[in-house]
């Protein structure tokens, strides 16, 4: 199956500062990236949808100026904590979708960044 | 508003056991119905049900969708400590892509 890396796998920072994820497809072109979010002991929660060069669709009660995402190309998606706190602590996870439009949706994972903030 | 409900939201059972997970949905324009298998890290794909009533099978798992009742089962048989994870179901639309995701069922397999 298709591969998708995250990196950092874990950071820990202290609260004000921004942290950026980045999440690539190793061998195929992901057209689409989504960013999830998990908090223990509850499911996956879809933060983000971003198609490659366009701007990314963020979902009801998720503040686009906190969490920056960018597309820029079909392998690589990144997301940026700006500011973090400490209720930004969790688990972050992209998956990556090799057809635009929607057509597919079998989502490739990484492997998740564990965030804390202190 | 579109919602994958899933249950039990957990589960512990003795080794050589069988278990059945439960998702049912609603969800417009559907597309898909999707399961994983989530460890300590990221989901890993197991299943992925576009048409009703055809099972499909993995080893020891097997998962069949009913279009009309709007569900699927999961099944595990002579279950194994390794078992042990959170499954998750998700349901994918067709008109974004996106996938709606359940709270997941937590299974503890114990030796």
């Known amino acids: 199956g298709a591969v998708v890396s995250q990196h950092p796998s874990r950071v820990i920072c202290k609260s004000g500062t921004s942290v950026k994820i980045e999440c690539r497809s190793l061998?195929?072109?992901?057209?689409?990236m989504f960013w999830y979010r998990q908090f223990p002991k509850q499911s996956l929660m879809l933060m983000a949808t971003?198609?490659?060069?366009?701007?990314?669709?963020?979902e009801q009660g998720v503040e686009k100026d906190k969490f920056l995402i960018n597309h820029a190309s079909l392998t690589l998606s990144t997301l940026t904590v700006t500011s973090a706190h400490p209720e930004d602590s969790s688990f972050y996870i992209c998956s990556a979708s090799g057809l635009a439009g929607g057509h597919s949706n079998e989502q490739f994972f990484g492997p998740g960044t564990r965030l804390t903030v202190l | 508003e579109d919602k994958v409900v899933q249950s039990p939201l957990s589960l512990v059972v003795h080794e050589g056991d069988t278990v059945t997970l439960n998702c049912s949905y609603e969800v417009t324009n559907f597309r898909s119905l999707l399961w994983y298998k989530q460890e300590k890290k990221a989901p890993t794909f197991l299943f992925m049900l576009t048409s009703s009533g055809i099972e499909k099978k993995s080893g020891r798992l097997s998962s069949i969708l009913d279009k009309k009742e709007l569900f699927s089962i999961l099944n595990i048989t002579a279950t194994q400590t390794g078992d042990s994870a959170i499954y998750l179901c998700a349901v994918g639309s067709s008109n974004t892509g996106k996938l709606i995701f359940g709270q997941g069922t937590t299974l503890q397999v114990k030796p």
């Open positions: 061998d195929f072109q992901a057209t689409t």
């Open positions: 971003s198609n490659e060069g366009s701007k990314a669709t963020y």
